[in-house]
């Protein structure tokens, strides 16, 4: 099977996303907020803190951070506690927690929609909440599906029903440059080119090294996409507003 032919339900090609769209500051209460979207996957993030004092095990020299996500329905299960704790590595990677020592920020990540990719779009929608609550960041995460159909084609962002029948599929999560992405990144904090590296890779199921990488390739040129749409989303500043990709 040739890699462009893979026939997808909603009629993408292989390396096509589904519509993105963002929303920040939407909860008035919330220090940074974001609703992310890919198709009908939908995560509202939320950030609060940094508050005084870390939890019992954490450096009180550094900042802390907690993830709370809950699902649509139902209790928390196994899998969204690997969740929490994936998403807690990946923004502790980015955040500068040098900044503010001895505090607690607290992300709460609610489902209001899963259709695949869930992971990814939790991350890239707790990226803008924690933009939107202007922490400090190193470099902003940008994460992506990419899914090996068992015709061994690769397939970016796929939906619940694709997830079902592919073979595996591997979480990626990019750093971006923080000075195309964040209006103000001190340029001081840039340790290096960082475009290059990964910060976060999960897979699932049996994926043959080769296919790997060509995920990985894949998956940064999506991302480079998402950063586009992740940078004039913070372009446009305006309270409540709902930047969606053409």
């Given at each position: 099977?040739?890699?462009?032919?893979?026939?997808?339900?909603?009629?993408?090609?292989?390396?096509?996303?589904?519509?993105?769209a963002c929303s920040r500051?939407?909860?008035?209460?919330?220090?940074?907020?974001?609703?992310?979207?890919?198709?009908?996957?939908?995560?509202?993030?939320?950030?609060?803190?940094?508050?005084?004092?870390?939890?019992?095990?954490?450096?009180?020299?550094?900042?802390?951070?907690?993830?709370?996500?809950?699902?649509?329905?139902?209790?928390?299960?196994?899998?969204?506690?690997?969740?929490?704790?994936?998403?807690?590595?990946?923004?502790?990677?980015?955040?500068?927690?040098?900044?503010?020592?001895?505090?607690?920020?607290?992300?709460?990540?609610?489902?209001?929609?899963?259709?695949?990719?869930?992971?990814?779009?939790?991350?890239?929608?707790?990226?803008?909440?924690?933009?939107?609550?202007?922490?400090?960041?190193?470099?902003?995460?940008?994460a992506i599906c990419c899914?090996?159909?068992?015709?061994?084609?690769?397939?970016?962002?796929?939906?619940?029903?694709?997830?079902?029948?592919?073979?595996?599929?591997?979480?990626?999560?990019?750093?971006?440059?923080?000075?195309?992405?964040?209006?103000?990144?001190?340029?001081?904090?840039?340790?290096?080119?960082?475009?290059?590296?990964i910060i976060t890779s999960?897979?699932?199921?049996?994926?043959?090294?080769?296919?790997?990488?060509?995920?990985?390739?894949?998956?940064?040129?999506?991302?480079?996409?998402?950063?586009?749409?992740?940078?004039?989303?913070?372009?446009?500043?305006?309270?409540?507003?709902?930047?969606?990709?053409?």
């Amino acid at each position: 099977m040739g890699a462009m032919t893979v026939d997808r339900a909603d009629g993408r090609s292989v390396n096509q996303l589904r519509p993105l769209a963002c929303s920040r500051n939407i909860l008035h209460r919330a220090h940074g907020s974001a609703r992310w979207s890919q198709g009908d996957t939908i995560v509202l993030a939320a950030v609060y803190g940094p508050k005084a004092g870390t939890k019992k095990g954490e450096n009180p020299e550094k900042a802390s951070i907690e993830v709370i996500w809950k699902p649509k329905t139902g209790q928390i299960g196994k899998l969204e506690k690997e969740y929490e704790m994936i998403l807690k590595r990946t923004l502790q990677s980015i955040c500068l927690m040098t900044i503010h020592p001895n505090t607690t920020t607290s992300i709460i990540v609610q489902v209001f929609g899963d259709d695949g990719a869930l992971l990814p779009c939790a991350i890239n929608a707790s990226c803008a909440a924690l933009v939107d609550a202007g922490i400090p960041l190193k470099h902003l995460a940008v994460a992506i599906c990419c899914g090996l159909t068992e015709g061994g084609s690769a397939i970016l962002d796929p939906t619940k029903a694709e997830e079902q029948k592919i073979q595996a599929f591997a979480y990626l999560v990019f750093p971006n440059s923080p000075l195309s992405i964040l209006p103000s990144a001190p340029s001081a904090e840039v340790d290096g080119p960082i475009e290059n590296g990964i910060i976060t890779s999960v897979t699932h199921g049996v994926m043959p090294v080769v296919d790997y990488f060509n995920c990985l390739e894949r998956g940064r040129a999506a991302c480079a996409k998402i950063s586009e749409f992740h940078r004039r989303s913070f372009e446009s500043q305006v309270p409540g507003d709902l930047t969606k990709a053409t």
